[in-house]
């Protein structure tokens, strides 16, 4: 029966994770997959977290189901906390919890295709490995525009509009919102406004993935380009994460919104969104967006997870301006936001890296700065030190 299958390739970020478990050297520095980790290499769950599931615990009444949409408070809070109040307000919006931010990415691709099956759908080069295959198994096209410029590790504006001049009326750009992942490099408030225009111009919708909220440089600031798009054009996607911002990475909890020109479209969105989702998942994973809800209902947690979200975001800030200041090859990190940051060097020396020190990072130089504290800083500088250029 399975004749055809051929083999697949494990995912390659999440392969890391058991490479760095079998390697027994002392010194071994892990800067692979995208988890956060405190200054003692943990991944601790958030004490406000902790915290709602301590109150779920004792209070939840039933675990009877609820409906394809999931937990409608959860949605409802977390539309206020990404995209504002005016935004979370507006008929033309509908959104539905999801499982995490990749079941809000699948089930807005599978919208799309039954919206529109000929639309092309562009990313950039590079982008997180698991965007392409989210939309091209749901039926569409992909092409990718340029983003990041390997010279001065900038974002490369003019060649990414450049690139997206060749989209058609009706094709899609998937945005990450903030905290580019693998690059860390960040579009600037007036990249953003013309990539709005160009939107406007030539009829494309923005598909927003939000991700990383609260990691890069504040939960406004961050969210600031999704609102802007939202605000100035008639369609969008957003796909949104709390995997990393409420730590809850396992327990899988997203929600996808989808904007429409007028509350009548958004009625007929929102009616395919529940039949694909049923057709999906049924319905979405429960605990984690109770969490969720549960922090963003209380006045106490929700100020204990901010400040547990600027405590992670400081930490981050801090090793990239450790980083930084350390050599000028790594001056860009230091202007870069989020976890991840993309090293210039070459195939041979990451293997080497890996082989020889016990430094682990993906097969594109990408490295998830968490993996790092303040005092393991002088160790990878001195791991790095015969292959940067000066
Ligand atoms: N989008 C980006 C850019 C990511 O890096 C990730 C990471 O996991 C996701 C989406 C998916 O998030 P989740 O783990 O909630 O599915
Ligand atoms: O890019 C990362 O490391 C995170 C985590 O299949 C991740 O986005 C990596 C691979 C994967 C799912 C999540």
Not at 73 to 80: E, F, G, K, S, W
Request: proline share 6%; hydrophobic share 40%.
């Amino acid at each position: 029966f399975w004749r055809n299958l051929e083999p697949q390739a494990p995912d390659a970020l999440l392969a890391i994770i058991r490479h760095y478990r079998e390697d027994s050297r002392p010194g071994k520095i892990d800067l692979g997959v995208g988890i956060y980790r405190d200054e003692q290499g943990r991944t601790p769950v958030m004490a406000a977290a902790k915290a709602a599931e301590g109150l779920l615990w004792q209070t939840q009444p039933t675990k009877a189901y609820l409906g394809a949409e999931g937990d409608v408070v959860y949605t409802a809070l977390l539309a206020q906390l990404a995209l504002g109040e005016s935004l979370a307000r507006s008929d033309r919006l509908v959104g539905v919890q999801t499982p995490g931010g990749t079941g809000a990415l699948r089930l807005g691709a599978e919208l799309l295709a039954r919206a529109s099956p000929g639309a092309t759908v562009w990313t950039s080069e590079p982008t997180w490995p698991n965007h392409g295959p989210i939309f091209t198994q749901a039926g569409l096209r992909m092409r990718t525009h340029r983003y990041y410029r390997a010279g001065d590790r900038e974002v490369d504006v003019h060649g990414m509009l450049a690139d997206l001049a060749h989209a058609r009326p009706g094709d899609v750009i998937l945005l990450q919102a903030s905290c580019h992942n693998p690059t860390g490099a960040t579009l600037g408030p007036a990249d953003w406004r013309q990539i709005a225009g160009l939107c406007e111009r030539k009829g494309l919708t923005p598909f927003l993935d939000l991700a990383y909220q609260g990691l890069g440089d504040g939960l406004e600031e961050d969210a600031a380009a999704t609102r802007l798009l939202l605000n100035e054009l008639p369609d969008a996607l957003v796909a949104y994460s709390c995997d990393k911002n409420f730590g809850l990475y396992r327990d899988r909890v997203g929600a996808l919104w989808v904007q429409s020109e007028s509350s009548e479209r958004s009625d007929a969105v929102y009616s395919n969104m529940l039949a694909l989702a049923r057709s999906l998942w049924s319905m979405p994973p429960d605990h984690g967006a109770a969490v969720v809800r549960t922090v963003l209902e209380a006045d106490d947690l929700r100020a204990k997870w901010s400040a547990e979200l600027d405590t992670m975001r400081g930490r981050i800030n801090a090793l990239r301006e450790a980083l930084g200041a350390s050599h000028p090859a790594l001056a860009p990190l230091a202007r870069q936001r989020g976890m991840f940051a993309l090293l210039p060097l070459a195939p041979a020396q990451i293997a080497a890296l890996r082989a020889e020190r016990g430094v682990y990072m993906a097969g594109n130089g990408r490295i998830n700065l968490c993996g790092l504290t303040l005092a393991t800083v002088p160790d990878l500088l001195d791991a790095l030190r015969h292959y940067l250029p000066e």
